[in-house]
Nanobody, 122 residues
Framework: QVHLEESGGGLVQAGGSLRLSCAAS????????LGWFRQTPGKEREFVAA????????KYADSVKGRFTASRDNAKKTGYLQMNSLKPEDTAVYYC???????????????WGQGTQVTVSS
């Protein structure tokens, strides 16, 4: 089993930037897709971004394309989500996911972090 811990959330004004980190410990990190999802109260968790285990491929939700960038450092067992040009509608709890599923999908054996709050003020 793996433990994932997100950090980097906080309060930012619209147009600002934040960089989320997801540090992993435990099982092999480098052979799994790293995903980012977000959730607001009363809504289902939604896909934001994902990066293939090799780092050679990424996928983004249309709502964040061109503003968010997913990356990873397998040697450090850490993934990152750089969020630029933030909008109030980006406000949510952000979760990182380690999965053997295709990018953007959730699976029964996924590992999840505890989440980090991102609040974007207008």
């Amino acid at each position: 089993q793996v433990h994932l811990e997100e950090s980097g959330g906080g309060l930012v004004q619209a147009g600002g930037s934040l960089r989320l980190s997801c540090a992993a410990s435990g099982r092999t990190f480098s052979t799994y897709t790293l995903g980012w999802f977000r959730q607001t109260p009363g809504k289902e968790r939604e896909f934001v971004a994902a990066i293939h285990w090799s780092g050679g491929s990424t996928k983004y939700a249309d709502s964040v394309k061109g503003r968010f960038t997913a990356s990873r450092d397998n040697a450090k067992k850490t993934g990152y989500l750089q969020m630029n040009s933030l909008k109030p509608e980006d406000t949510a709890v952000y979760y990182c996911q380690l999965t053997d599923q295709p990018m953007g999908f959730m699976g029964r054996n996924d590992d999840w972090g505890q989440g980090t709050q991102v609040t974007v003020s207008s």
